[in-house]
């Protein structure tokens, strides 16, 4: 094979390295830089030294290793152009220098332990509080998920530069805060760490159900919220709250495929064929679930949904769902965290378990409720428990109500064909 044949098989390999090994790569740089900015930086640096030397000597045993110690060595490097990190010099060039560029398996199995380390860190502080929501989610995606901006753009619906901007803006407020690389102390883990699990399920949820656009269903950010819940499982494997919301992305994400049709519209739960839900993602789930309740004697805010998914996941059939079980979860849920919302999917759990009558007395209590007088689901759900007591006039109304608020065209479609139908 000819070295114009093997170039771009060498650079689709590289690029496939990098989406796996670029956050551990950061990760680790961050560990001696202590900041993310400068620590992506030098990842780049590294990667352009494999696209720079792969294609004539080949990608090494262990690429992984080797763009670490090359990163590592951009870092001395940065560092003796510092002076005044003369002392810290020192110290890291002790133990870095000695590193070779493809290190034995013994070496990088070694390093295992430190690489994982540094990865939490990574993730607390991509993660951060101080951080708006936009921003977090945006980084944590750029530096853990390895998604470029424009991916990250492409999956938000918004331009690239707007993306660019939020993650530059990130890395600066983490840096003028002096936010440290580290996993918080364990006084300070719990809210830290449900920053965390709100980043990663905010990325599922743009995913599961789209806010905006032509398409149901985002099955990358769904993925890439899995890949990330999956990897602090298994950093923090007796952390409750993280199995629970594994769980809860587990059992949710085996209903993909189920909830399109064939033109990509949407599909509703009940009406969804579950022989297409993936059982071996609810078996995972269902793992996940149990585990979650085993770490815990009274269940945080993700194991609760997680249990209500699984109700439907063990149910064979629509009508085989346990809605009374649903609407106990989704009170005691309520009593957790107290919301409209959590207080809206209760309303249709005590819909399908007691009537529409008693589900629609629930919704009615929440119109005068000014952060849900622009939620669409309000009027949907409201729109639905109309319909189903013959009162059609005022359930289409709610259904062109909820239609004109959302904007993810493939459910104003759907609304509006309800809405339709009840003309008819």
Same mark, same amino acid.
């Given at each position: 094979?000819?070295?114009?044949?093997?170039?771009?098989?060498?650079?689709?390999?590289?690029?496939?390295?990098?989406?796996?090994?670029?956050?551990?790569?950061?990760?680790?740089?961050?560990?001696?830089?202590?900041?993310?900015?400068?620590?992506?930086?030098?990842?780049?640096?590294?990667?352009?030294?494999?696209?720079?030397?792969?294609?004539?000597?080949?990608?090494?045993?262990?690429?992984?290793?080797?763009?670490?110690?090359?990163?590592?060595?951009?870092?001395?490097?940065?560092?003796?152009?510092?002076?005044?990190?003369?002392?810290?010099?020192?110290?890291?060039?002790?133990?870095?220098?000695?590193?070779?560029?493809?290190?034995?398996?013994?070496?990088?199995?070694?390093?295992?332990?430190?690489?994982?380390?540094?990865?939490?860190?990574?993730?607390?502080?991509?993660?951060?509080?101080?951080?708006?929501?936009?921003?977090?989610?945006?980084?944590?995606?750029?530096?853990?998920?390895?998604?470029?901006?424009?991916?990250?753009?492409?999956?938000?619906?918004?331009?690239?530069?707007?993306?660019?901007?939020?993650?530059?803006?990130?890395?600066?407020?983490?840096?003028?805060?002096?936010?440290?690389?580290?996993?918080?102390?364990?006084?300070?883990?719990?809210?830290?760490?449900?920053?965390?699990?709100?980043?990663?399920?905010?990325?599922?949820?743009?995913?599961?159900?789209?806010?905006?656009?032509?398409?149901?269903?985002?099955?990358?950010?769904?993925?890439?919220?899995?890949?990330?819940?999956?990897?602090?499982?298994?950093?923090?494997?007796?952390?409750?709250?993280?199995?629970?919301?594994?769980?809860?992305?587990?059992?949710?994400?085996?209903?993909?495929?189920?909830?399109?049709?064939?033109?990509?519209?949407?599909?509703?739960?009940?009406?969804?064929?579950?022989?297409?839900?993936?059982?071996?993602?609810?078996?995972?789930?269902? #793992?996940?679930? /149990? =585990? *979650?309740?085993? $770490?815990?004697? &009274?269940?945080?805010?993700? %194991?609760?949904?997680?249990?209500? +998914?699984?109700?439907?996941?063990?149910?064979?059939?629509?009508?085989?769902?346990?809605?009374?079980?649903?609407?106990?979860?989704?009170?005691?849920?309520?009593?957790?965290?107290?919301?409209?919302?959590?207080?809206?999917?209760?309303?249709?759990?005590?819909?399908?378990?007691?009537?529409?009558?008693?589900?629609?007395?629930?919704?009615?209590?929440?119109?005068?409720?000014?952060?849900?007088?622009?939620?669409?689901?309000?009027?949907?759900?409201?729109?639905?428990?109309?319909?189903?007591?013959?009162?059609?006039?005022?359930?289409? #109304?709610?259904? /062109? =109500? *909820?239609?004109? $608020?959302?904007? &993810?065209?493939?459910?104003? %479609?759907?609304?509006?064909?309800? +809405?339709?139908?009840?003309?008819?």
């Amino acid at each position: 094979m000819s070295a114009v044949t093997e170039a771009p098989e060498t650079h689709r390999a590289i690029d496939a390295v990098w989406r796996i090994e670029s956050p551990r790569l950061i990760a680790g740089i961050a560990a001696i830089v202590r900041d993310i900015g400068l620590a992506e930086e030098l990842a780049q640096d590294a990667l352009v030294a494999a696209l720079e030397q792969w294609p004539a000597s080949g990608a090494p045993r262990n690429p992984g290793a080797w763009l670490m110690a090359i990163g590592k060595r951009r870092a001395i490097d940065h560092f003796r152009r510092q002076e005044r990190f003369g002392r810290k010099l020192d110290e890291i060039s002790r133990t870095i220098e000695t590193e070779a560029p493809e290190p034995t398996e013994e070496v990088a199995a070694a390093l295992d332990g430190e690489i994982q380390d540094d990865l939490l860190r990574l993730i607390f502080t991509a993660c951060h509080p101080v951080l708006p929501a936009e921003a977090r989610v945006a980084l944590t995606l750029r530096v853990v998920g390895g998604l470029t901006t424009d991916e990250i753009a492409r999956a938000y619906l918004v331009p690239e530069a707007t993306v660019a901007q939020r993650i530059v803006r990130a890395k600066r407020t983490l840096s003028a805060a002096h936010v440290p690389f580290e996993v918080p102390a364990v006084p300070d883990r719990p809210a830290r760490l449900a920053s965390v699990l709100e980043v990663i399920y905010l990325i599922f949820n743009e995913g599961y159900s789209a806010t905006a656009g032509s398409d149901w269903l985002r099955p990358e950010l769904c993925d890439e919220a899995l890949r990330l819940g999956r990897t602090l499982a298994e950093l923090m494997p007796d952390e409750a709250d993280v199995q629970g919301l594994v769980a809860l992305m587990e059992i949710q994400a085996s209903r993909s495929t189920a909830r399109t049709g064939p033109s990509g519209e949407p599909i509703l739960l009940l009406d969804q064929d579950r022989r297409r839900w993936n059982r071996l993602l609810i078996h995972r789930g269902l #793992a996940a679930l /149990e =585990r *979650a309740e085993s $770490l815990a004697a &009274n269940p945080g805010q993700y %194991t609760l949904e997680a249990a209500i +998914a699984a109700c439907h996941a063990r149910a064979l059939t629509a009508e085989e769902t346990d809605w009374s079980r649903i609407a106990a979860l989704y009170a005691q849920l309520a009593e957790l965290t107290p919301s409209a919302i959590v207080e809206l999917n209760r309303a249709v759990a005590v819909g399908m378990a007691e009537g529409p009558a008693a589900g629609l007395a629930i919704v009615d209590q929440l119109l005068s409720d000014p952060l849900m007088r622009d939620y669409h689901l309000l009027p949907s759900v409201r729109g639905d428990f109309l319909a189903r007591l013959g009162r059609r006039d005022e359930a289409r #109304a709610e259904f /062109e =109500r *909820a239609a004109a $608020l959302t904007r &993810n065209t493939r459910e104003k %479609t759907m609304l509006l064909t309800r +809405a339709r139908t009840l003309g008819d």
